[in-house]
């Protein structure tokens, strides 16, 4: 019996060995995921990026699914109301009002979505500067997830409209606040910028890639397939969220300072600046998506698999466009507000020259000078909304850049419920000419903004925007040492070089570097 006894202590000895060199391994695992910054950013850029490809697949999955889905519902519908009325002259007049209601149902749902994103973003913003970033981001993409399951299983209009408007509701908090965690963690600002801009690729590449994607599938596999595999990445990204992330074990949002409000951030003549151009150079885009289609019809005869195309090209260009400015702010990082400015020409030109086209091959060219002009307002204006943050307010993201989601969602809301009416009264045409017209005057606006990389940080400004007292303990330690430093208590060196200087006065204050 010892010896079998023996054998058998032996044989847990190992097993116990191996079990807490399993459980060191994850332990070093787990800490090189964490604790190395480099990795950190990197893994949380790969997170930030799938939630907001995934959103915008989303987006645009629905539009060659979702109008010859409602049409078959609708068909069915009416011949089911044929068998059981027998009745044609009162069939013919339900069917006639429902077709005529029909574009404008299609425009209410696809405009659904940013509708509830643009009510929600300004709670969402201020949530998301009192918790930190993580949590909004996991919670954004549980919503994500269940209205991409809603909109597979779903057989009927409203269905899909509470699935369309809860996407909505998860946008709101997944893209507010992935974009504000890529400003918080690359905060050197060529880093921040050539982040930003990978981000603003795999946007681009999002919605360009599905159309084609949900079309071919929604052909030859059904409609719920196209929506079920976005369903299954959603749902790795939010477990790589939870695992990697850890949003409900993370503690440093105590220490987080507290952020501005946001409503003292859209009163900020900076930020109010960049918010008008972000409409602006988006309204091409959001108003061309749904008139395009038919104009091409009318006007080129053109086949479904060219309608179906008419985007995709134009991602190359925005890739490029994204590339280009990424490297010429790391270059001359001053300019990015005249980035932005040619990037409002190139959309106001492009537009202008979208009526004139004849066949597809010229329509490709002004598409994806949109997308190209895009591509460098996009990635010029967004890393200056931190910077301004930065330099302005307090250094917390989640409302700042609410104001730049809701500036996407004014455009994307108003495209699929007004162009439509533009186009009927007024002409293609007038449509094309009036946002090209506004991308070009809107653009010597941006002279505003070309200073803004000189501002250093300006405590006295701060105080003048917030004009409250110290509010959490980042707050609270950095009045009191103030305090100390007017009592001559306190050296003049700190830890973050922003306050040289003791402030006995406004003017000393701004010796200490208001602007450079």
């Known amino acids: 019996m010892e010896p079998e006894e023996t054998t058998g ?13 399993l459980s060191q391994m994850g332990e070093r695992t787990k800490q090189l995921v964490i604790k190395d910054p480099e990795r950190q950013k990197r893994v949380v850029l790969v997170i930030v990026c799938i939630a907001l490809f995934l959103d915008n697949m989303l987006y645009m999955v629905i539009v060659p699914i979702i109008p010859d889905y409602l049409e078959e519902l609708q068909n069915a519908a009416d011949k089911a109301q044929e068998a059981t009325l027998h009745t044609n002259s009162t069939n013919s007049t339900i069917h006639k009002v429902t077709k005529g209601n029909f574009d404008l149902q299609i425009g209410v749902l696809f405009a659904s979505k940013a509708i509830l994103q643009l009510l929600v973003n300004p709670i969402s ?140 951030l859209m009163i900020d003549p900076y930020i109010a600046v960049v918010a008008g151009a972000l409409t602006i150079c988006n309204i091409p885009l959001a108003f061309l998506e749904p008139t395009i289609a038919n104009w091409m019809e009318e006007n080129m005869h053109s086949s479904q698999w060219e309608i179906g195309m008419t985007w995709f090209p134009a991602f190359f260009p925005h890739v490029l466009g994204v590339y280009l400015t990424v490297k010429l702010a790391a270059k001359y990082p001053h300019l990015q507000w005249f980035y932005g400015a040619i990037g409002m020409v190139f959309i106001g030109a492009s537009s202008c020259t979208v009526p004139a086209c004849k066949n597809f091959g010229q329509l490709m060219i002004p598409l994806c000078g949109i997308c190209f002009g895009i591509a460098f307002v996009d990635t010029a204006l967004l890393p200056t909304l931190g910077f301004l943050v930065d330099v302005r307010h307090v250094s917390v993201y989640g409302s700042v850049y609410a104001i730049a989601d809701i500036s996407y969602c004014v455009a994307y809301a108003l495209g699929p419920v007004v162009a439509g009416q533009i186009v009927h009264d007024l002409g293609f045409v007038q449509l094309n000419l009036g946002m090209g017209l506004a991308n070009v005057l809107y653009a010597p606006a941006l002279l505003l903004l070309k200073n803004v990389t000189q501002m250093k940080p300006s405590f006295s400004e701060r105080n003048m925007l917030l004009e409250d007292g110290p509010t959490g303990l980042y707050d609270t330690i950095k009045m009191e040492e103030r305090e ?20 006995r006065s406004y003017s000393e204050e701004s010796s200490g570097g208001d602007y450079a």
């Open 9 to 21: 202590g032996q044989g847990t000895n190992l097993a116990q060995s191996a079990a807490s060199k």
């Open 484 to 503: 100390k430093k007017r009592k001559g208590l306190c050296t003049t060196i700190d830890e973050n070089g922003t306050e040289t200087f003791p402030q």
């Open 125 to 264: 913003g201020t949530f998301i500067d009192r918790v930190g970033y993580d949590i909004p981001l996991f919670i954004g993409l549980n919503v994500m997830f269940l209205s991409t399951l809603i909109f597979a299983f779903a057989e009927n209009y409203a269905t899909l409209f509470l699935a369309r408007s809860m996407q909505g509701l998860g946008s709101a908090f997944a893209d507010t606040s992935g974009i504000a965690l890529i400003a918080d963690k690359y905060s050197e600002e060529t880093e921040r910028s050539k982040a930003l801009g990978i981000a603003l690729a795999f946007i681009s590449f999002g919605s360009l890639v599905a159309p084609p994607f949900g079309g071919v599938l929604y052909e030859f596999a059904g409609k719920r397939v196209p929506f079920l595999i976005l369903a299954c990445i959603c749902l790795a990204d939010g477990v790589l969220c939870l695992t990697v992330l850890k949003p409900f074990s993370n503690r440093e949002r105590e220490n987080m300072p507290v952020g501005t409000p946001i409503y003292k």
